[in-house]
């Protein structure tokens, strides 16, 4: 009756109600699909339950959901400790830690639980999709279903695919991510994927900035607030993730390309090695014994001028000048960059008058790209070098990192409203710095540079 309004997908089940899995239930329910959510014990499938009683809750209380309405959603989720709950679903969404045999396990089982004509969905951020579909005697109907953290919020829904995937599984599959109000990326089976490749990649090198001490840990996540308009810095965000698991996917991409882009800095094995995970430890790059940290206010002489350009040459000194960046989105980063002569007197009073004129003051050593183009510019490049790879569309990179990451624009969109020139130029300034080969400009870019054509039409 209502398979081609479906896709033929009605009724699916939830392995592993953790983090993940637990607001995938919730995302399931709330678009009408009846659920089976089974976790590996009876006591951890009433946590589950209770996870989402308290999820639904808050949205009654906020005043987004109707008592009524709390209830049905309620209703169409069974809790279950077994995988043969599953015997009747048409498809299934594993989401069970982050381990091949944990997974191997589930599918091989399911596989043999599961009607034939029903698919087998996996969460996972970062292994083989095709490895986990060799664990079932159906790898037409495995594919990935790649939600982000938190579920019921973030938008998108990466569909992985390997060569053996049936296309009808495909459509029915993307069908079903946008039912769920999802925008779903269709991608195959790779390292990362499309946004923890780009995602991962950009952090590593935030950590590694960060490592050579040319900037403190909130300049450098203030350049990334305040000079890209990203959501949060990128140490912010990586203790927020988890730092085991940061470098986890550092690892994963590592093995795959050996691109040293992604190799995992010395300080982020060492603060893993630590034991130092970010928030879920209560330390990670930031404290958070006592709450959110806080940044320190500036101290020192200020100094007032009519425009901040009268500002920041008002304190230009030996050794110092101040770059203003009014073209981000917020418009109000400015770079103290300080040589080998700059005195701390001046710094600590370009800071303090910065601050007072409301800018955000960021101070660094005065090396090619400063902090915030060390920071947009490779990014940009890397998914430019994906785009060229042929790996996924422009269109679907600025996806991945809007929807997945709460980009408030994509980087092919950033990177056309700066211009592929400027982005160049910069790029080879910090490739002829340091060498460095990932910092190479994509053949890509430097077509669009020359042409002037834009990423997105
Ligand atoms: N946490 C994230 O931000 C995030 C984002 C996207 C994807 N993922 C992926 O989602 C998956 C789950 O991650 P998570 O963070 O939700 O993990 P989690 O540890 O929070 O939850 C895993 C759940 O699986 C259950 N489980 C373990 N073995 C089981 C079994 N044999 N049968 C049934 N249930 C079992 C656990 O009891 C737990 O409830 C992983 O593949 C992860 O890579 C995680």
């Given at each position: 009756m209502s398979d081609e309004r479906t896709s033929g997908i009605d009724r699916v089940g939830v392995v592993g109600l953790g983090t993940m899995g637990a607001g995938i239930v919730e995302v399931f329910a709330r678009a009408g699909l009846s659920v089976v959510a089974v976790d590996g014990t009876p006591e951890l499938a009433e946590r589950g339950r209770g996870f989402l009683e308290r999820s639904t809750g808050k949205q009654v209380q906020r005043g987004r959901l109707s008592e009524a309405d709390q209830q049905a959603l309620l209703e169409r989720v069974t809790f279950a400790h077994?995988?043969?709950?599953?015997?009747?679903?048409?498809l299934v969404v594993e989401a069970v830690p982050e381990r091949m045999e944990i997974k191997h396990d589930i599918f091989g089982t399911l596989d043999g639980i599961v009607r034939d004509d029903a698919i087998l969905a996996s969460n996972t951020s970062s292994l083989s999709l095709t490895e986990i579909a060799a664990a079932t005697a159906r790898p037409e109907r495995v594919v990935g279903m790649h939600f982000f953290n938190p579920a019921p919020v973030l938008k998108l829904v990466e569909v992985i695919t390997t060569i053996l995937t049936d296309e009808a599984v495909v459509t029915s599959v993307r069908d079903l991510a946008e039912r769920l109000g999802k925008k779903p990326v269709v991608v195959r089976d790779r390292a990362g994927f499309v946004a923890n490749a780009l995602l991962i990649a950009y952090l590593a090198r935030a950590i590694r900035t960060y490592e050579t001490g040319h900037v403190t840990r909130e300049d450098l996540d203030a350049a990334a607030t305040a000079?890209?308009?990203?959501?949060?810095?990128p140490l912010t965000l990586s203790d927020l993730i988890g730092l085991d698991v940061v470098k986890e996917v550092c690892d994963v991409l590592y093995a795959a390309t050996h691109d040293p882009a992604s190799a995992p800095p010395a300080l982020l094995q060492q603060m893993v090695a630590a034991g130092r995970l970010g928030r879920k430890t209560g330390r990670g790059f930031y404290d958070y014994a006592d709450g959110a940290p806080e940044t320190p206010a500036p101290e020192g002489e200020v100094v007032t001028a009519d425009t901040p350009e009268a500002l920041a040459q008002a304190l230009a000194a030996d050794g110092v000048r101040v770059e203003l960046h009014t073209e981000s989105p917020k418009g109000r980063l400015a770079e103290i960059v300080c040589g080998a002569t700059a005195s701390e007197a001046d710094v600590a009073k370009a800071r303090a008058s910065l601050a007072a004129a409301g800018l955000v003051p960021v101070v660094s050593r005065d090396r090619a790209g400063r902090v915030r183009d060390a920071l947009l510019l490779p990014h940009v490049n890397e998914a430019v070098k994906m785009l060229d790879s042929g790996y996924a569309s422009a269109e679907d990179i600025d996806t991945a990192m809007t929807a997945g990451c709460g980009y408030p624009e994509g980087l092919l969109q950033m990177l056309d409203r700066w211009g592929a020139q400027r982005v160049l130029e910069g790029l080879r300034e910090m490739t002829a710095e340091t060498g460095e080969p990932a910092l190479h400009p994509s053949p890509l870019l430097v077509e669009h540079a020359a042409t002037g054509r834009p990423f997105r039409g």
């Open positions: 077994e995988l043969t709950a599953l015997a009747d679903v048409d000079g890209i308009g990203l959501p949060m810095g």
